[in-house]
């Protein structure tokens, strides 16, 4: 049996270990996800061919509107937010050698907790009479009634960063153990500080680990949603409306035409964000 003869053995044996996959994306994502779009184009009622008639709908909708500039003004604060401050705790707790296990997991610990036990925390702390504004009293402030607010947007990202931030900061601390130790050691003999070495050596190599947190912040930035819907239910304040509760709404009054076009264009939206970042992270590393 020649070598060639046996790496195509392998590749075949390879191909049959991953087909057991590829056949569940293709049946629970793929499939599922192309009826998605074949719908966008369909009427939800009578299955008439509509064309573009239910994107031009949704993007003349108000709700529509309310609920991406929302989503998008959540995104645009809690990522940067939530990778900067995770990155600058991860290079602390590398440097902390002593105690660092049990700092991380004091970080992750928010994860482990329940939804229905933050929907708690919430409501004793930001409800109108709640402990937040029972210390400002004591203060001689008057505390507004945080949920129905401007303010319950701050609420929410607040809740995101602190549910996420452990996940992130292990993450990071993974990148950084792959640094090699000589890297900092051959930077600080020629004279290199602190600063110069967290930006020569540090960030260039993060690249990768920077391309998976931001992508995964994305999609965990959707699970947000339910902490926002048991506290405020369907039709929260205006500034907490946020994409999946448009979708949450249109699937129970059953407008799936509505939906299947809004999905397609939110998920075309996420696409396109996650191939420029795969683009900027391969133009970072070629460099």
Same mark, same amino acid.
């Given at each position: ?7 195509? =053995? ?13 056949? !569940? ?130 609420? %929410? ?8 931030? !452990? ?7 993974? !990148? ?23 930006? =020569?050596?540090?960030?260039?190599? %993060? ?8 992508? %995964? ?61 795969? =683009? ?8």
């Amino acid at each position: 049996m020649t070598i060639y003869t046996k790496i195509k =053995k392998r590749e075949y044996k390879g191909l049959l270990f991953l087909l057991p996959s590829f056949l !569940g994306v293709g049946l629970f994502w793929v499939i599922p996800y192309g009826d998605v779009i074949r719908r966008s184009f369909f009427s939800a009622v009578s299955s008439e061919f509509t064309g573009l008639k239910n994107y031009q709908t949704v993007f003349e909708n108000q709700a529509f509107r309310l609920a991406a500039a929302n989503t998008l003004r959540f995104f645009c604060i809690c990522i940067p937010a939530l990778v900067t401050m995770s990155l600058l705790i991860a290079v602390l707790l590398t440097r902390r050698k002593k105690g660092m296990h049990i700092l991380k997991s004091m970080f992750l610990l928010p994860m482990a907790i329940p939804v229905a036990s933050v929907v708690l925390l919430w409501k004793v702390l930001f409800h109108s009479q709640g402990l937040l504004n029972h210390l400002l009293e004591l203060l001689n402030f008057q505390g507004p009634d945080w949920m129905n607010t401007d303010a319950s947007f701050f609420v %929410l990202v607040v809740s995101y960063l602190w549910r996420n931030l !452990g996940y992130d900061i292990v993450l990071w601390v993974a !990148g950084l153990g792959a640094i090699p130790a000589s890297l900092y050691e051959a930077a600080r003999v020629d004279g290199a500080g602190e600063w110069k070495c967290f930006v =020569k050596i540090t960030l260039p190599n %993060l690249l990768p680990s920077l391309f998976t947190i931001v992508v %995964l912040s994305l999609l965990n930035g959707f699970k947000v949603f339910r902490e926002a819907w048991l506290v405020a239910g369907d039709y929260p304040q205006n500034s907490m409306y946020l994409l999946q509760h448009l979708f949450n709404n249109w699937y129970r009054d059953m407008s799936f035409d509505k939906m299947a076009a809004a999905a397609v264009v939110t998920g075309s939206v996420i696409l396109v964000l996650i191939l420029l970042l795969q =683009k900027a992270w391969e133009g970072g590393d070629s460099i």
